[in-house]
């Protein structure tokens, strides 16, 4: 009955959506922000800890929501190791496009790799009430990246 | 039907004064299931709208000329028949608001802050609606009485024990539950709610946006002080809502707020208000959402409102013998008298990716919390229900359909 979904809800959202990568609360973490959806009533907690590169070390998130919010926030998690700040808004901005449009043309190619990693999520950008699950994550990281490192802010 | 009284109750009739139900969204038939957050729009209230627009509109309660006599005179009609629809002993109770959220808010300002004193109690449940219950936490907040929240069973029940309990001792000033719950179906013993509360001396109102759509609502057999729902959930337009409130009650309350038709004089300084129910309707009121649920009231009426019941009845058996089945899906509440309302989860989906399944299969029902936050933690559905509300255009072929449907994303989600 629903076999045109598979677009939407690729095997790879399945997968990340019941076993989501990086679920835990990070002990040594620099930044947290607090994600939340009050219309779905999707919540998350995102934690990062920065090396002394300052880049990005590590990457984890606790929270619950559907399987789109959920498979992006694992997904998310799992790319932005190893960016800089500035590189993981970069890919967030491109993110947001291509969840919004489907598309990314504009997307660099320093940034095409892993923009096909998140590519799965791609197929939101029909389902216009949807489109919000798979940016909270990256909502959260701009939040999380403004955080001065004190204190928790929340949306 | 054009104020026949249709027997017995032909469901394809009835569809065929919804256009919606005729059309197709991506291919496929409409499967209306979310009548609970609004109800779609028969012909006759629709064409009674264009009409009152077309060839009888002007503002009301303010010209001397024939046309706005003649639109007073029906917006006063409308008003009326709202009276004979829920019993109301006269007219004058009946006060138009944009929404019932407007009229329990109305209740919460004007009741609240006008005539309950600080230290008084406001008793809500668990299961409210957000439109009855954040009202009454600002009113603590601004002007000092005490929240109470009742309990519900696991059944969904209200727990009328704890009610008890929370009136004993006398400190409440009103209690201000649902009539019918817009997550759970449940319907709760208005007139015994209504003589607990009397008995301990507290008034009480009932938010009825969903009950008075499906049963036949009578405001003096009950005995509540203030009954509120919303002409939108009754196969009317949006932008209107009704609030009875007792004559005596409205008296003591000071209004709303301010403005024309509220005033029988006013000065620079000081105005005089006007007499209820327009103490209470500042500015232009909803006139053409006025026709329209006046149409609606005689829309339901000519098919009965026991008719109604029995109809949505027969499809809550339907459903409690079909869904249960399912494997995987939970169904909230079991309360002994429920209406036409159900929220439901499956173990393995989401609320909202099951919605979407849903929607792809050309049903709608609602996805979230819907505006009941506090209900969904204290039935541990933290993850938000889908919610299948049935009107009297539903059919148990749609019941099945959404069966069907259930069963399939299940599997989708193995
Ligand atoms: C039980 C209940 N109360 C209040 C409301 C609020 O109705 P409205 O949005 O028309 O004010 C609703 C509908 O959403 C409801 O189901």
Redesign the pocket.
Known sequence: MFDDLRDLYQEVILDHGRRPRNFRRLENATHHARGDNPLCGDKMDLWLAFGDDGAIADAAFQGRGCAISMASASLMTETVRGKSPTQARQLGEAFRQLAMTGRCPACEAVLAEDMERLSPLSGVHEFPSRVKCATLAWHTLNNALDDSGQEARSE | MDGMTRTPFDVDAIRADFPILASEHRGRKLVFLDS??SAQKPRQVIQAMVRCMESAYANVHRGAYHLSEQATADYEAARAAVARFINAPSEADIIITA????AMNLVAHSFGRGVLKPGQAVVASEME?H??LVPWQMLRDGHGTELRICRITDAGELDLDHLAELLADGRVGLVAV?HMS?VLGTVTPAAQIARMAHEAGAKVLF?G??AAVHRRVDVQAIDADFYAF?G??LYGPTGI?VLYAKAALQRAMPPFMGGGDMIASVGLHHSVWAEPPAKFEAGTPPIIEAIGLHEAIRYVEAIGMPAIEAHERALVDHAMAVLPGIEGLRILGAAQDRGGVFAFALDNAHSHDLSTLLDRAGIAVRAGRH?AEPLHERLGAENGTCRASFGLYTTAGEIDFLAEALTSARRFFA
């Open positions: 609970g957050a929404n019932s959220t407007m609606h439109a009855n649902t817009n938010d946006s969903q919303t939108h959930k809502g505006c």
